[in-house]
């Protein structure tokens, strides 16, 4: 009978789902957990870097990104977590999202003007009658779970 990860893992040093790979018996080999961590890595700095983007282009979105970045160096990287969590304009949309699942004032004012006009450009970009219902009340869905959360 094989011990749960908790006897082999610290949860503070790492997260269970990572089972401290190498560290315990259900840890996946040295090189699919390599290329695991690698390819997470990979996503949350793609993430990171346009989540940067969005600090500067009010069209593009920066939370969404940031929680993406966040989630995937947790997995992957700590070293790349603090540097995500200690950055200047990054930290705190992440901080301000995991401790009260606040959303900044001015994105979601991006989002009340962005929303609408995505359903327009669908409209516009001939989609069909259904296409465009379906659009239209998925994006009123979306805006108004974004105008429910605290600022």
């Known amino acids: 009978m094989t011990r749960p990860a908790s006897d082999y893992c610290d949860p503070a040093l790492c997260p269970t789902d990572l089972c ?3 560290e315990c018996q259900c840890a996946p080999s040295a ?3 390599d290329r695991r961590r690698l390819m997470l890595q ?6 990171a870097a346009l989540a940067v983007a969005g600090v500067a282009l009010p069209v593009l979105p920066t939370t969404p990104f940031v929680l993406l970045s966040a989630w995937a160096f947790a997995r992957s990287s700590p070293r790349l977590e603090a540097w995500l969590r200690d950055h200047a304009r ?9 401790q009260r699942r606040a959303i900044p004032r001015g994105a979601k004012a991006v989002a009340v ?3 609408p006009l995505s359903g327009l450009l669908v409209h ?9 219902a379906v659009a239209g009340l998925v994006l009123a869905c979306v805006g108004g779970w974004i105008l429910t959360r605290p600022s």
């Open 31 to 33: 090189a699919s957990g």
């Open 113 to 115: 003007v962005s929303l």
């Open 124 to 132: 516009a970009a001939g989609a069909g009658l259904a296409v465009t």
């Open 42 to 47: 990979a996503l949350g700095l793609a993430a």
């Open 90 to 98: 990054l930290g705190p949309p992440l901080a301000a999202w995991e």
């Open 20 to 22: 401290c790979y190498g």
